[in-house]
């Protein structure tokens, strides 16, 4: 049993920063692949970033390279999505989600992977 609590989201101005936190109860990111997803406002959920079980390893959305860094502490229970340069369509509840298993890196993006979900944390971006 692995629990999921998001944190850190909030509204801020184009070109801004925040970084998301996701505690986990039950056991620590070392043994949990770690990924974030969102959700706008009559869309559906897409992938935004993810972390192999081993750490190391990561990949992104391509609307969020180069912007988004998603990591994890391996013998704690922390995991963080950094957010920089946000833009307004960046706007969406964002949900880490985590598993015990251990993904190969293309099956990161797949929202099947995962068997824990937290209830999302809002991001706002304004213009």
């Known amino acids: 049993q692995v629990q999921l609590l998001e944190s850190g989201g909030g509204l801020v101005q184009t070109g801004g920063s925040l970084r998301l936190s996701c505690a986990a109860s039950?056991?620590?990111?070392?043994?949990?692949?770690l990924a974030w997803f969102r959700q706008a406002s009559g869309k559906d959920r897409e992938y935004v970033a993810g972390?192999?079980?081993?750490?190391?390893?990561?990949n992104a959305a391509d609307s969020v390279k180069g912007r988004f860094t998603v990591s994890k502490d391996r013998g704690k229970n922390m995991g963080y999505l950094q957010m920089n340069s946000l833009k307004p369509e960046d706007t969406a509840v964002y949900y880490c989600?985590?598993?015990?298993?251990?993904?190969?890196?293309?099956?990161?993006?797949?929202?099947?992977?995962?068997?824990?979900w937290g209830q999302g944390t809002q991001v706002t971006v304004s213009s």
């Open positions: 039950g056991r620590t990111f070392g043994t949990l692949a």
């Open positions: 989600a985590a598993t015990a298993g251990n993904p190969i890196t293309s099956s990161l993006s797949n929202r099947a992977t995962y068997e824990y």
């Open positions: 972390i192999k079980k081993s750490g190391g390893v990561t």
